[in-house]
């Protein structure tokens, strides 16, 4: 049995319905740092029979115990045996906990429902708190009113979609959460690491004079440990050279020294277990953070893998590879991102990159397989909290050509506008249930496209040019096309 009990300095301050959600808390901050999410269920392209056997594999209490107990790092995880595992735990810890569910697809994303002895109800998204909580960042969807009305709101009045009733809902407010993780030490000096992200935004905001101040402080600290004694007027000119060098830098130039930054000074990831975790700690909790929306923009992702035999001695991207950290048997994962004509490839391995031209990404393909990353739309982004759109906007064919419609949306709208009408084309996509999760996407001329998984597991395309059959590949992950001009059209199957 995994116990989790709060000390007297852990309780100090919360009254006894706090407590309970404290308890909640504790757990999941001692145990999302040592898992990971499956990388079968999140990479697994088109392989849904792999995604399925890792969505309904249930957790080993026993293995996550001795995973705790001896701060081992070895348990993958996805949302419904996690979810089923915690209740376990915190029924057994004298908490009245259940399973829930707000979708009705295939792999239907699961949280946990607390309800305090006062009644009140809670939900808590343990698995997407996962990259928070192992980055020391806040954690959103613990408890919080935004969570309930983004995805639970729909169910105000009714049962949820497994039947459970949402009528005592409560959240916990900023305070109260805040005291929670002081009490835990899960704040570290009394902050976020949100705090500190948001002040390195604040600095890149004004990039080229904190450049210029820092640079030009320790170029006189270095000079006076050498002995020397500088006059205020070559203080000042090397002020002045400083300031001049860094004025006379493009935009892009600033940006590769803010990416130099990053990856030089923000490169603590210590608690990052997983490829896919870390994936988003430095796509979503860094880069799109502290970058401008433009800077952002600029920036192309590659999700990589190489076979760790195939991978040459005189690689350059032998010290970044993580060998240790291995989730799937024959694959090592890696990110590279490209800007400009610069690279920088890194993977889970902690604090290491390497800085490449983007040149050599051509001899990196003869061993290692390179797919650009499609950035988040706002559509997708919508559709992220439609259950039964989930796993064709997971799928990266499914993700590919719902970005291409979001960009049919007239470019330049005023951010309210652009809001209402990807609120309205979201709407607009019907979705069904069942073995067979299917997208019908209407186009601006009229016509539609309905994308599935069909009986074979292959991602599938019906237009009124006919049907094209996607055959993934899993060795080299690529996919190949299979046309068949049936002319039909019509949204339908046989």
């Known amino acids: 049995m995994i116990k989790v009990e709060l000390s007297e300095k852990e309780k100090q301050g919360l009254n006894e319905e706090e407590q309970e959600l404290a308890i909640a808390r504790k757990l999941e901050v001692e145990m999302l740092p040592l898992l990971r999410r499956n990388i079968n269920f999140f990479y697994a392209g088109a392989n849904i029979p792999k995604k399925a056997q890792a969505y309904n594999q249930p957790m080993n209490q026993e293995k996550l115990e001795k995973t705790i107990s001896e701060k081992s790092k070895a348990i993958s995880v996805v949302c419904k045996p996690l979810c089923e595992m915690v209740v376990s735990i915190l029924r057994e810890n004298g908490l009245n906990a259940q399973t829930l569910s707000c979708d009705t697809d295939m792999f239907r994303h699961t949280d946990v429902l607390l309800t ?6 809670y939900i808590i998204n343990y ?23 983004r995805r639970y709101k729909k169910f105000e009045g009714e049962l949820t ?3 459970k ?14 005291k929670i993780d002081e009490n835990l030490g899960y704040k570290k000096f009394g902050m976020y690491m949100d705090d500190v992200t948001e002040q390195i935004k604040v600095e890149f905001e004004n990039f080229r004079e904190v450049m210029t101040e820092n640079t030009y402080a320790q170029a006189i600290s270095d000079r006076e440990k050498a002995g020397q004694i500088l006059t205020d007027e070559e203080k000042r000119r090397i002020h002045e050279e400083i300031a001049q060098r860094y004025n006379e830098m493009s935009d892009d130039q600033i940006l590769e020294q803010k990416l130099d930054w990053i990856f030089n000074y923000f490169n603590e990831r210590m608690d990052i277990t997983g490829h896919t975790d870390f994936v988003m700690y430095y796509s979503r909790l860094v880069l799109a953070k502290v970058l401008s929306p433009e ?30 950290n291995i989730e799937a048997s024959n694959k090592l994962r ?29 001899e ?5 397989n390179l797919a650009k990353s499609e950035k988040p739309s706002d559509l997708l982004l919508r559709l992220c909290d439609r259950g039964n759109a989930l796993p064709l906007v997971f799928h990266p064919l499914g993700s590919k050509m719902l970005n291409e419609r979001a960009a049919m949306l007239n470019p330049n709208l005023s951010p309210e506008e652009r809001r209402i009408q990807t609120q309205k084309l979201a709407d607009s ?31 599938t395309v019906k237009d009124k040019n006919g049907t094209v059959i996607y055959h993934y590949y899993e060795d080299k992950d690529v996919f190949e096309k299979e046309f068949i001009d049936d002319k039909r059209g019509d949204g339908r199957e046989d």
């Open 165 to 178: 009733s949402l009528a005592n809902i409560s959240f916990l407010d900023e305070d109260t959460m805040g």
């Open 364 to 368: 990196v393909r003869n061993y290692a």
């Open 127 to 149: 698995l997407e708190d996962m990259e928070n909580v192992q980055t020391g960042m806040k954690t959103p969807d613990f408890a919080s009113k935004a969570y309930y009305e």
């Open 295 to 324: 800077e952002y923009k600029k920036l192309t992702r590659y999700d990589c893998f190489a076979k760790a035999s195939e991978v040459p001695e005189n690689s350059k991207l032998k010290d970044i590879l993580d060998y240790d």
């Open 429 to 459: 996509i019907k979705g069904t249930d069942g073995e067979v999760t299917s997208l019908t996407i209407p186009y601006p001329d009229g016509s539609q496209r309905y994308i599935y998984i069909n009986p074979d597991n292959e991602f």
């Open 116 to 121: 305090t002895k006062s009644g009140k109800q």
């Open 334 to 362: 890696f990110c590279v991102l490209e800007c400009g004509d610069k690279a920088y490839a890194f993977s889970t391995k902690p604090n290491s990159y390497v800085k490449l031209p983007t040149s050599y990404l051509e």
């Open 161 to 163: 979609t497994d039947g």
